[in-house]
T-cell receptor
């Protein structure tokens, strides 16, 4: 099945850009997602990218997909303290998602 | 607003008792719902896929008799943790697929999760 790997921690200063990286194994994943989980809350879908796209931008969020290397990244511009959370990437070959372990983003004021 | 609702948000139960968690799709009919469990500091783990009107499909390693899943209607799936033990304490999250939507990014909605503590 799908295996999704992420770095576990990232710490950035407020106002800087954050880049969260993810690698996946299943090349048949049609869609790749980024979710945000704030403490004690459920997952919130942030953005997604279709596998035939290289990049997708949505306000402060930029998703880059390198399908050859099976590498996905999420860039958050002008990171704010409210962005502190755990970010999960997930791959979907069908509608069943496989999640990475999550990257905890800490924003230093 | 929320399109998938989970209830209860948190529950404490005694060891040996059973507890039921509900997952409802609020404004669409969900033919497929998923149940996940999240261990502390770990990712979500898919427990089972629930299809309306049929038996749930459990992932390897998940005890069917312990985690009973019922999807009796198109808007409700329930997860019952039977004879709960402290090691079952976890964060349980459901998700539901909206079959009306073709854009994959908006297809799956997650509930807010249910914290289960077994004492």
């Amino acid at each position: 099945g799908e295996d999704v790997e992420q770095s576990l921690f990232l710490s950035v200063r407020e106002g800087d850009s954050s880049v969260i990286n993810c690698t996946y194994t299943d090349s048949s994943s049609t869609y790749l997602y980024w979710y945000k989980q704030e403490p004690g809350a459920g997952l919130q879908l942030l953005t997604y990218i279709f596998s035939n796209m290289d990049m997708k931008q949505d306000q402060r969020l930029t998703v880059l997909l390198n399908k050859k290397d099976k590498h996905l990244s999420l860039r958050i511009a002008d990171t704010q303290t409210g962005d502190s959370a755990i970010y999960f990437c997930a791959g979907a070959g069908s509608y069943q998602l496989t999640f990475g372990k999550g990257t905890k983003l800490s924003v230093i004021p | 607003g929320a399109v998938v609702s989970q209830h209860p948000s948190w529950v404490i139960c005694k060891s040996g008792t059973s507890v039921k968690i509900e997952c409802r799709s609020l404004d669409f009919q969900a033919t497929t719902m998923f149940w996940y469990r999240q261990f502390p500091k770990q990712s979500l783990m898919l427990m089972a896929t629930s299809n309306e009107g049929s038996k749930a499909t459990y992932e390897q390693g998940v005890e069917k008799d312990k985690f009973l899943i019922n999807h009796a209607s198109l808007t409700l799936s329930t997860l019952t943790v039977t004879s709960a033990h402290p090691e079952d304490s976890s964060f349980y999250i459901c998700s539901a697929r909206d079959p009306r939507i073709t854009q994959a990014g908006n297809t799956i909605y997650f509930g807010e999760g249910s914290w289960l503590t077994v004492v």
